[in-house]
C-alpha cells in the first residue's frame, strides 16, 4: 500500500501499529517527490575491474613474497603490476592461478620436510623458474599451461 499524506500526520505510526497487532513483518520505505524507481528496485553501477583486482594484486604479492625470493622475482612482480595497470585480465589470472599453485606445492614441501628432522626448509633464496610458465605469465599474451 501507498500512503500519501503530509508530514507528520501519523501515516507511518498507524502502519506500524497494525503491523504489530497482526504480528507482521513491516518495510518502510520513505519516499519524497525525488524518488524513482531505482530508489526501489535498485540499479547498476559501474565497476572499474581495477578496483576489484588491486586488493587481489596486494594479497597475492603477500603470498608470494611469503614462498619465493622478493629479491629474485622483482621483474616477475613487475610484469604482473604491470598487467594490472594496463588492464590485462586473462595475464594477470594466468599468473596468479600459475603462482598459486606452485605455492600450494611449495608449502606441501615445507609440510613435508617438517616430518623430516634432516631436511633443509629454508626458502630464503628461492627464486620461481622460467620454466614453470609462471614467470612468463605476467608477459605472454596468452596464458601459458598450468604448471
Do not use: I, Y
Not at 9 to 17: L, R
Not at 20 to 48: E, T
Not at 77 to 88: D, G, I, S
Amino acid at each position: 500500500a501507498l500512503l500519501v499524506g503530509e508530514t507528520g500526520t501519523g501515516k507511518t505510526t498507524a502502519v506500524q501499529h497494525l503491523a504489530h497487532q497482526l504480528q507482521r513483518k513491516l518495510v518502510v520505505v520513505n519516499m519524497s517527490q525525488q524518488s524513482d524507481s531505482s530508489d526501489l528496485l535498485g540499479g547498476f553501477k559501474p565497476v572499474d575491474l581495477k578496483m576489484l583486482a588491486e586488493p587481489a594484486l596486494e594479497l597475492f604479492e603477500d603470498v608470494f613474497f611469503r614462498t619465493f625470493s622478493r629479491k629474485k622475482n622483482v621483474n616477475f612482480v613487475t610484469r604482473v603490476r604491470a598487467c594490472l595497470a594496463q588492464k590485462r585480465w586473462k595475464q594477470l589470472l594466468s599468473a596468479f592461478e600459475n603462482t598459486l599453485v606452485r605455492v600450494q606445492s611449495r608449502l606441501e614441501q615445507r609440510h613435508a620436510a617438517e616430518d623430516t628432522p634432516t631436511a633443509d626448509t629454508s626458502t630464503s633464496s628461492t627464486t620461481l623458474p622460467a620454466s614453470s610458465g609462471v614467470a612468463t605469465a605476467a608477459s605472454t599474451a596468452t596464458p601459458p599451461a598450468a604448471a
